[in-house]
């Protein structure tokens, strides 16, 4: 936590692809905004990614818990290299992150940016936070497979789900949906997965009966709600889910925040002293990587989350007021949004609209 005067430690890990690009169009801005609630930003660059794999056989140092531990906060590119096997990218570097520092909350913003065409109907004002149980579930790893190769093969993957990580995270689930004033709606599938998701219900509904009253809770199952996401995002608040459906969900709502490009999140352990870990949705765009074409705004609103969770709650306001005026102005777009600005250009010009956005 940050207050005026006081410095804020922030670990840039840039990566691979267009990791580098984003990070380093959004630092600036993102450095200013401290600077708006009197904190001052110590940056400390870390090589780490898939370049430094292929160089060294290892993506990131084996104390790299205790060098993140010694910062407030990551800022994160992007991981993904060409020459690397996609799910050993990310055994390498993220999921370590995530799960040694223990960053049991996934927060994924979706916001329908002003000026921006999305797939919702005009007028429809879209704003809704995924909260996502980053730990257990569907992707626990437990599993195996038995008479490999054979007519009788069987595969199987366990869900775990805990009651202490259901109460962590619906706590974290509640807290926003009361600081953002909107309804609490847990996505579940408890009338199939009775056990697993028999208990989130159960947990979910105590937990807001004994401790959030005033917040408002609706449950729905998932597939139901995969249906109004599309057809009414307008009327989602903060929605609660465990680790799959919300992997899918946060991608699903992505389209009605301008796509990939403008898709922030957020890795945090609300109550644990750990640095949370802040990263773009999108993944190292192997595609358009090096041109300088990328959309720096999911990094920037990335860098904005960093902000609010540290104790700069009036720099966030502004980075965020800086995007939306930089994205409704329109001349600094990026190509995914129908413009023609470059990944620099896009990172300056929410820089210079953050003077007016204060
Ligand atoms: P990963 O496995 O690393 O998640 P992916 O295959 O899911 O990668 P992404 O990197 O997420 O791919 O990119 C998906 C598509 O979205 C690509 O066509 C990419 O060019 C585009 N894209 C991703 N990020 C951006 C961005 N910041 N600006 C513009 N386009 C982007
Ligand atoms: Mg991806």
């Known amino acids: 936590m940050s207050a005026p005067g006081q410095t804020l430690r922030i670990a840039v890990v840039r990566g691979d692809g267009v990791g580098p690009e984003v990070v380093d169009a959004s630092l600036p801005a993102i450095v200013a905004a401290a600077a708006v609630d009197g904190v001052a930003v110590v940056l400390t660059e870390l090589d780490w990614g898939g370049d430094r794999q292929i160089r060294t056989g290892r993506a990131m140092p084996d104390d790299a818990l205790d060098v993140v531990r010694r910062h407030d906060a990551i800022l994160f590119g992007a991981i993904g290299h060409p020459d690397l096997d996609p799910a050993e990218s990310v055994w390498?570097?993220?999921?370590?992150?995530?799960?040694?520092l223990e960053l049991y909350a996934n927060l994924r913003p979706v916001v329908g940016w002003e000026g921006l065409s999305t797939p919702a109907r005009d007028g429809a004002k879209v704003d809704f936070l995924v909260v996502r149980e980053n730990t257990e579930g569907e992707y626990s790893g437990?599993?195996?497979?038995?008479?490999?190769?054979?007519?009788?093969?069987?595969?199987?993957e366990v869900a775990i789900h805990?009651?202490?990580?259901?109460?962590?995270?619906?706590?974290?689930?509640?807290?926003?949906?009361?600081?953002?004033?909107?309804?609490?709606?847990?996505?579940?599938?408890?009338?199939?997965?009775?056990?697993?998701?028999?208990?989130?219900?159960?947990?979910?509904?105590?937990?807001?009966?004994?401790?959030?009253?005033d917040v408002a809770l609706?449950?729905?199952?998932?597939?139901?709600?995969?249906?109004?996401?599309?057809a009414r995002p307008e009327?989602?608040?903060?929605?609660?889910?465990?680790?799959?459906?919300?992997?899918?969900?946060?991608?699903?709502?992505?389209?009605?925040?301008?796509?990939?490009?403008?898709?922030?999140?957020?890795?945090?352990?609300?109550?644990?002293?750990?640095?949370?870990?802040?990263?773009?949705?999108?993944?190292?765009?192997?595609?358009?990587?090096?041109?300088?074409?990328?959309?720096?705004?999911?990094?920037?609103?990335?860098g904005?989350?960093?902000?609010?969770?540290?104790?700069?709650?009036?720099?966030?306001?502004?980075?965020?007021?800086?995007?939306?005026?930089?994205?409704?102005?329109?001349s600094a777009r990026t190509?995914?949004?129908?413009?023609?600005?470059?990944?620099?250009?896009?990172?300056?010009?929410?820089?210079?609209?953050?003077g007016d956005a204060v």
């Open 235 to 302: 009327s989602l608040g903060v929605v609660l889910c465990g680790n799959l459906f919300g992997d899918i969900l946060s991608d699903l709502g992505a389209p009605f925040a301008g796509g990939l490009g403008m898709a922030p999140s957020a890795n945090v352990a609300p109550d644990l002293d750990v640095p949370g870990f802040f990263e773009p949705v999108h993944g190292s765009a192997p595609d358009i990587a090096g041109r300088g074409i990328a959309n720096p705004l999911a990094t920037v609103l990335s």
């Open 142 to 156: 437990i599993g195996g497979r038995t008479h490999r190769g054979t007519p009788l093969e069987v595969a199987t």
């Open 92 to 100: 390498s570097l993220v999921l370590p992150l995530r799960k040694g």
């Open 304 to 330: 904005a989350m960093l902000l609010r969770e540290n104790g700069c709650p009036r720099g966030a306001d502004a980075l965020e007021r800086a995007v939306a005026a930089t994205v409704a102005e329109g």
């Open 335 to 354: 190509r995914d949004l129908g413009g023609v600005a470059t990944t620099g250009e896009a990172g300056a010009a929410v820089l210079a609209a953050l």
């Open 218 to 230: 609706e449950k729905m199952y998932v597939d139901a709600l995969a249906t109004r996401m599309v």
């Open 162 to 213: 805990s009651r202490p990580a259901i109460e962590r995270i619906a706590r974290c689930g509640f807290g926003h949906a009361r600081e953002r004033g909107q309804t609490l709606t847990l996505a579940t599938k408890s009338n199939v997965n009775r056990h697993g998701y028999g208990l989130w219900d159960e947990v979910v509904f105590a937990i807001g009966e004994r401790e959030f009253p």
